[in-house]
């Protein structure tokens, strides 16, 4: 498990159910933002360079490692509310 992981663990297991509903929103919805800023800046890069000119893939790369780096959070963070769902007795699923 990593460090991230573990952290989300802990975060999520002081949480009521209601209270983790709204964090995995708010997280989704800043990684969506997140993804939708960066593609944006990739998109407007892209359309102002001329025809001719060959790709700077550097940015391009730089903003996919963002975008990546987002889609982890929310992938961390999910695990670890599907882990400690199964921890949890069944009664109280």
Do not use: C
């Amino acid at each position: 498990m990593s460090d991230e992981q573990s952290n989300a663990l802990d975060f999520f297991s002081t949480l009521n159910s209601e209270e983790w509903l709204a964090a995995l929103r708010n997280e989704i919805f800043n990684a969506n933002q997140t993804t939708r800023v960066n593609l944006g800046y990739i998109l407007g890069e892209l359309q102002t360079l001329p025809p001719e000119t060959p790709l700077d893939y550097r940015l391009i790369e730089e903003y996919a490692e963002r975008i990546r780096s987002a889609a982890d959070r929310i992938t961390h963070l999910i695990n670890s509310a599907v882990q400690l769902y199964d921890q949890g007795a069944p009664d109280k699923r």
